[in-house]
């Protein structure tokens, strides 16, 4: 089946610093993909749908400027998180929509980043 | 807005028991109904969907009915294996190009 890899899927940093989430659909293009967040023991929260050659749609309560997301092909999404505190610790996933808007979503592995 | 509730983990069986998740929604119009499955370390799969009412998805030995008169979308396995252990979503869709609301995941963990 189709594949969605995220890199890296743990991450470490100082507080302070960014950090950049790369997700790949390997064997299909994506117009669209998605990124999450996952606290422990909870849902999967959307944060943004990202739309290739546009820019990001965030949900309510999502920073923009703190989560930059850029979606510069087909294949290749990113999302940076700007000026990381220990709140920002997190599992962030992404899935990218296979086959148009009726398609089939696929998701990536995870990422989990620790903010030191 | 749209939401979806599932009931609380973790759910904890022994081998060959039978699997209840329940999974109920509020949504506006006509969603489509998921549930995902999560194994340890890696990420989201599919494991089976409805898209209208008195539908039943199904998938290794997995089944959900969606029921619109009770909101509803029950994931049921008659006989479940250590190898079944994971986090499930039950999730919808309505229709916004491919954008899920999830529950909040229900951990099984199956004993031999």
């Known amino acids: 089946g189709a594949v969605v890899s995220q890199h890296p899927s743990r991450v470490i940093c100082k507080s302070g610093t960014s950090v950049k989430i790369e997700c790949r659909s390997l064997?299909?293009?994506?117009?669209?993909m998605f990124w999450y967040r996952q606290f422990p023991k909870q849902s999967l929260m959307l944060m943004a749908t990202s739309n290739e050659g546009s820019k990001a749609t965030y949900e309510q309560g999502v920073e923009k400027d703190k989560f930059l997301i850029n979606h510069a092909s087909l294949t290749l999404s990113t999302l940076t998180v700007t000026s990381a505190h220990p709140e920002d610790s997190s599992f962030y996933i992404c899935?990218?929509?296979?086959?148009?808007?009726?398609?089939?979503?696929?998701f990536g592995e995870g990422s989990r980043l620790t903010v030191l | 807005g749209d939401s979806v509730t599932q009931m609380e983990g973790p759910v904890t069986l022994s081998e060959e028991a039978f699997l209840t998740i329940n999974c109920t929604y509020t949504a506006t119009g006509y969603p489509s109904l998921f549930w995902y499955v999560q194994y340890p370390g890696e990420g989201l799969q599919l494991l089976l969907k409805?898209?209208?009412?008195?539908d039943k998805g199904s998938n290794k030995g997995f089944e959900a009915t969606y029921r619109k008169e009770t909101t509803s979308f029950h994931l049921e396995k008659g006989s479940v294996q250590v190898s079944d252990s994971a986090v499930y979503f039950c999730?919808?869709?309505?229709?916004?190009?491919?954008?899920?609301?999830f529950g909040q995941g229900t951990e099984l963990s199956v004993k031999p």
């Open positions: 999730a919808l869709s309505s229709g916004q190009g491919g954008k899920l609301i």
């Open positions: 064997d299909f293009q994506a117009t669209t």
């Open positions: 899935s990218a929509l296979a086959g148009g808007s009726a398609g089939e979503l696929f």
């Open positions: 409805a898209t209208k009412a008195d």
